[in-house]
């Protein structure tokens, strides 16, 4: 992936340890993406199924075209024009990892996203190994 700032502070075995909490099919996954300089590794990584994470695997949705993936690197191309074409970057992105019965391994992924006064996007993210209905 191509990023704004570099990758500096990915750190592959903090990645894996993260996605060992999660078990067979979990990445260490960023709760944002580092590439618009959120904190990365030092504090803001969680096991998340490899398929939300990165497209790896078999889909976890029951709607595959609703991905974390995708939805992160929407938000990366769009912020990356607005740089480009000189424009200002305004993004608000906040997450909430709703818990599960294993202790570390977010169930749901909740996401609010919204760039300068746009209205907010919200999405829900499984984190299951299974597909599931909702």
Known sequence: MSTLIGDANRNGYQQRKAGWLGGPGSDGGHAAPSALGFIGERGGTF?????????????????????????????????????????????????????????????????????????????EFNNLRSKQIG
């Open 47 to 123: 096991p998340q199924h490899e398929w939300q994470n990165r497209k790896a695997g078999t889909p976890n949705e029951i709607d595959e075209a609703n991905n974390f993936h995708d939805t992160e690197m929407e938000v990366i191309k769009k912020a990356k024009t607005l740089l480009q074409s000189g424009a200002p970057l305004d993004l608000r992105w906040e997450m909430k990892l709703e818990p599960g019965s294993n202790p570390g391994m977010p169930l749901i992924l909740k996401l609010l996203y919204s760039f300068d006064d746009e209205i907010s996007v919200t999405k």
